[in-house]
């Protein structure tokens, strides 16, 4: 790289950071909404072996979040496996409350789907497909275990009071 194109790129950082500064420094009460995007590259050695690409907003009333991802280049010679996450819900007291979940997966022409309703903390409405066959060695499901529930997009969520 050149030395002007170091000073250009370095230059861009900085307006960059400017900014992501203004924005985290901002109250809160000015946004009525936050939207995240951002795009990964997954490499092992410097080699790509995936993608993925996340999306969430934030308003007063709620949060709605999304995670795709897929393998990608010398990879897919193993597995062309590929995920879709979402989410929404609420935050309230210091609390996430999820209200929704949903993923869906496949590899290699295997599907799976599965779908949560939640409410207050505990889980309404339960899909999983295909579903789990009976295993000795698997705990049954309990009332108990569908309380006080967070779903892995939910989980990502810290909030935070400025």
Excluded: C, W
């Amino acid at each position: 790289m050149t030395g002007r194109r170091i000073r250009v790129a370095a230059r861009i950082a900085a307006g960059a950071l400017l900014f992501a500064g203004a924005v985290a420094a901002a109250p809160t009460r000015a946004l009525d909404t936050t939207v995240f995007r951002a795009n990964y590259v997954i490499a092992v050695g410097g080699i790509v072996v995936g993608h993925a690409s996340a999306q969430s907003r934030f308003t007063d009333a709620g949060y709605v979040a999304s995670v795709s991802g897929s393998t990608s280049g010398v990879s897919r010679i193993v597995s062309d496996a590929s995920a879709k996450l979402s989410g929404s819900g609420r935050i309230a007291g210091g609390r996430v409350i999820p209200s929704s979940y949903v993923l869906d997966t496949r590899e290699n022409g295997f599907v799976t789907h599965v779908t949560m309703g939640m409410r207050g903390g505990r889980v309404t409405d339960l899909v999983a497909m295909p579903r789990l066959a009976m295993a000795p060695d698997r705990v049954p499901l309990t009332p108990t275990h569908k309380t006080n529930v967070v779903d892995p997009i939910g989980a990502f969520i810290v909030p935070f009071d400025r």
